[in-house]
């Protein structure tokens, strides 16, 4: 493709309000880009059939200039683009309606992977939101194996969500609402360094010079909720960007999943209400995950915690419950000498553990593996 077609595809992809669906009409109409920009503008409004700003000549000469230094740009930064019609351009976006007419991306990671996962949430993550997003995309990759992780590079769940990948060597894109010249958040560079060089990519539909701004973060959403094929919300409040998302990718019917929270929790209110409302599916691990979505499995992890080596206590209480079935807490507390209340807490974390269960007559039970 020459100079002149990538810089009429760039300036047509600058139009005001332009997305898919209004440039294939565009397109269906006069044909080229480049015939947008080339033809006078009593020719151009008769085959748009319509007075259009759009048409106006000074309009069209400024997108043509700004393509001109936007082009250069991408050549000097090594930046790929992917036009709405090109056959790189990702399947699942292209459902989109409203989705972007050309993206910009530096890395190397496929905009169109076999199998990828949006995980969005709250900046304000708590410890269990961070863990939880961990431990889910370790899991998946145990799981499932190569799976692309989708976020926003924010702060909170979304940065936690890349770098959880780059650490598990899934390959992640980081969509941005803003042009390639800059990273914002700015302590988040050199994730971005790390995403582009290590199999990922950072992609934005936004030109190189394009500050972000409150409309660009709502319009990136839907390009996160667009390249996956189902939503994860860890955290959120009862408002946010990250229950937007959940929202667009349930009008592009994706699958949505909310973790649950404690009630009294600020940022699990908006995750319980998802669930509440039917809007999201509960999720408490990546196992449930995978299962839900059909994907094939690599290995199945849960088997391998059957053979966890126990805490040397929690042997000697499976050991003696194998030689005395169904001992009471108390013979147990006389035998291992132990005080009742702390021989309660180690029994408590044993049966969470699926280790052992409560029989009726305060007895307890071994669970056989």
């Known amino acids: 493709m020459d100079a002149n077609e990538t810089t009429y595809r760039l300036a047509f992809s600058m139009l005001r309000g332009i997305n898919t669906g209004t440039a294939a009409e565009l397109l269906r109409r006069i044909g080229t880009p480049e015939a947008f920009f080339t033809l006078d503008s009593q020719a151009l409004q008769g085959k748009l059939g319509v007075r259009a700003d759009i048409a106006d000549d000074s309009y069209r000469s400024h997108l043509v200039a700004l393509a001109v230094k936007e082009l250069d740009f991408i050549r000097d930064n090594n930046i790929s683009t992917s036009f709405f019609n090109d056959p790189d351009y990702p399947a699942r976006l292209r459902e989109c309606p409203d989705a972007p007419v050309i993206l910009y991306k530096t890395g190397t990671a496929a905009l169109d992977p076999p199998r990828s996962i949006a995980i969005v949430g709250t900046r304000h993550a708590t410890a269990f939101g961070t863990a939880f997003v ?209 021989l309660s807490s180690t029994l408590f974390e044993m049966e969470m553990a699926d280790l052992i269960l409560t029989l009726p007559g305060g007895r307890i039970g071994v669970i056989s593996n």
């Open 134 to 342: 961990s431990e889910l995309v370790q899991g998946i990759k145990e799981i499932a194996g190569d799976v692309t992780i989708i976020s926003g590079l924010a702060y909170g769940i979304d940065i936690a969500a890349h770098r959880a990948a780059l650490q598990c060597g899934l390959p992640t894109l980081a969509v941005v609402a803003h042009g390639l010249k800059m990273i914002y958040p700015a302590e988040h560079r050199s994730d971005a360094a790390r995403i582009a060089k290590n199999g990922g990519a950072v992609v934005t539909e936004y030109i190189s010079t394009a500050s972000p701004n409150r409309g660009a973060f709502l319009a990136r959403n839907r390009i996160v909720a667009g390249l996956a094929d189902a939503v994860v919300v860890v955290e959120s409040d009862s408002r946010g960007g990250a229950l937007c998302t959940a929202r667009i990718a349930s009008e592009y019917n994706r699958e949505v999943f909310a973790v649950p929270g404690r009630p009294c929790d600020t940022y699990s209110r908006g995750c319980n209400r998802l669930i509440t409302d039917n809007a999201a599916r509960m999720l408490t691990d990546a196992a449930q995950l995978v299962d839900a979505l059909g994907w094939p499995q690599c290995s199945q992890p849960q088997q391998t915690e059957l053979f966890r080596p126990l805490a040397p206590l929690h042997q000697k209480i499976i050991d003696h419950l194998r030689l005395y079935p169904e001992s009471t807490v108390n013979e147990l507390a006389v035998y291992f000498g132990m005080p009742f209340a702390s």
